[in-house]
C-alpha cells in the first residue's frame, strides 16, 4: 500500500505558476497509476489529470489542457503538477491519488488511496 502527501499549493495570481508535489511512501509507488483531482467548494470532485507508471502516457481534463502538466519520478517516489497560466476557476482543493490499473482511469472512484490535499487559490 502506497502513502500520499501533497505540498506546494498557495495563493497567486490569475496568469502565474504553481508547481504542486505529492510524495509516495512505499516500494511499489512505480507500480501505480497517479492522478491528479481537485474539489473546488460545493462542487464535485473532478479529474484534472493523470499518468502511467512509466510515465509516457498522461491524460489531462480539457479545462487544463495546454496549462497544466503531468509528470512523475519513480526514483524520488514523486508525482509533479506544474501549472501554468493559473485562473481563478483553478481555484481548490487539490489531490493525489493512486491505482493500480492497466488503462487510463479517470472516476475518482475508482482511486483506492489519496493525499490530504493542498490547497490552491488564484486571485483575480
Known amino acids: 500500500q502506497v502513502q500520499l502527501v501533497e505540498s506546494g499549493g498557495g495563493l497567486v495570481q490569475a496568469g502565474g505558476s504553481l508547481r504542486l508535489a505529492c510524495a509516495a511512501s512505499?516500494?511499489?509507488?512505480?507500480?501505480?497509476?497517479m492522478g491528479w483531482f481537485r474539489q473546488a467548494p460545493g462542487k464535485e470532485r473532478e479529474f484534472v489529470a493523470e499518468?502511467?507508471?512509466?510515465?509516457?502516457?498522461?491524460r489531462y481534463a480539457d479545462s487544463v489542457k495546454g496549462r497544466f502538466t503531468i509528470s512523475r519520478d519513480n526514483a524520488k517516489n514523486t508525482v509533479y503538477l506544474q501549472m501554468n497560466a493559473l485562473k481563478p476557476e483553478d481555484t481548490a482543493v487539490y489531490y493525489c491519488?493512486?491505482?493500480?490499473?492497466?488503462?487510463?482511469?479517470?472516476?475518482?472512484?475508482?482511486?483506492?488511496?489519496w493525499g490530504q490535499g493542498t490547497q490552491v487559490t488564484v486571485s483575480s
Open positions: 491519488a493512486a491505482v493500480r490499473s492497466p488503462v487510463a482511469v479517470v472516476d475518482a472512484k475508482f482511486y483506492a488511496t
Open positions: 512505499g516500494r511499489t509507488f512505480s507500480s501505480y497509476r
Open positions: 499518468i502511467r507508471w512509466s510515465g509516457t502516457v498522461t
